[in-house]
């Protein structure tokens, strides 16, 4: 493939998640989901099915973001991560695999197991997802790398979470590393420019969609962005907490 086409944090945004699909082109470009496809917006369910229907039908990438992790953990110690995954946006992908108010009706353990029995392989397709990829001199990854050693013996726990060391490190590793994870309103520091932040070889492509920001589609060839299609969100998650 001569291009890949790159999806930023979708986070349950099934609506725009299917209008950015509108522009990938699957006979030229190699689809990569950056992670985050669950939590906190209202259709985790149905962005989860699709990214497995890309993966099987177009050989997409899907990359695990923190957010398949803190639902994998969860999974494996409901009453440890319950609290936690709750704040963080789990409730909503909970009620969309089961029903509205599941969270109150049952213990974690309950929701685990019913989670399991009905959605087994799906569970077990979110555990083989991938914590980078590579592409001509681009490197794919939810969240960023450890910049102080190569890269490749970053921690899991840097592939899906790593911050400030990672955007504010110098980059050696002679790739462009294209990451999500942290909001461009952050990366910028005003908390209102939802456009692709660049710096050093970096590019952050999470427009923050499911606070009121944008979903990005990006174009890359081998020698940088074709396009960038950034749809704004009209609505933005509220915990009711």
Same mark, same amino acid.
């Given at each position: 493939m001569d291009q890949?086409?790159?999806?930023? *944090?979708?986070? @349950?945004?099934?609506t725009l998640f299917q209008e950015t699909l509108k522009k990938f082109q699957p006979d030229k470009q190699q689809l990569i989901l950056i992670g985050d496809l669950n939590d906190r917006g209202p259709k985790s369910k149905d962005c989860w099915l699709l990214g497995r229907e890309l993966v099987e039908?177009?050989?997409?990438?899907?990359?695990?973001?923190?957010? #398949?992790?803190?639902? &994998?953990?969860? $999974? #494996? %110690? /409901?009453? *440890?991560?319950? /609290?936690?995954?709750m704040y963080n946006g789990g409730k909503e992908t909970i009620e969309s695999l089961l029903h509205k108010g599941a969270t109150e009706e049952y213990s974690p353990?309950?929701?685990? $197991? $019913?989670?399991? %029995?009905?959605?087994? %392989?799906?569970?077990?397709?979110?555990?083989?997802?991938?914590?980078?990829?590579?592409?001509?001199? +681009?490197?794919?990854?939810?969240?960023?790398? =450890?910049?102080t050693k190569p890269w490749q013996e970053s921690s899991l726990q840097d592939f899906l979470w790593i911050r400030e060391p990672f955007h504010e490190g110098k980059n050696q590793t002679g790739k462009t590393i294209v990451f999500g994870h942290t909001i461009t309103p952050m990366l910028y520091g005003d908390m209102q420019t939802t456009a692709l932040w660049q710096s050093d070889g970096k590019?952050?492509? *999470?427009? @923050?969609?499911? !606070? @009121?920001? %944008? &979903?990005?589609?990006?174009? !890359? =060839?081998?020698?940088?962005?074709?396009? *960038? +299609? #950034? &749809? /704004?969100?009209?609505?933005?998650?509220?915990? =009711? !907490?």
């Open positions: 890949v086409f790159v999806i930023g *944090d979708v986070h @349950g945004e099934y039908k177009y050989q997409a990438i899907y990359l695990r973001g923190n957010h #398949e992790q803190y639902f &994998l953990e969860f $999974m #494996e %110690s /409901p009453e *440890d991560w319950f /609290p936690s995954y353990t309950e929701i685990a $197991m $019913m989670i399991r %029995s009905r959605y087994r %392989s799906l569970v077990e397709f979110l555990a083989e997802r991938p914590f980078y990829y590579e592409w001509n001199n +681009y490197l794919f990854v939810h969240a960023g790398v =450890d910049l590019i952050g492509i *999470d427009g @923050g969609a499911v !606070f @009121g920001g %944008s &979903l990005h589609g990006v174009v !890359f =060839d081998k020698n940088g962005i074709v396009k *960038d +299609y #950034e &749809l /704004p969100n009209t609505t933005a998650w509220r915990p =009711d !907490f």
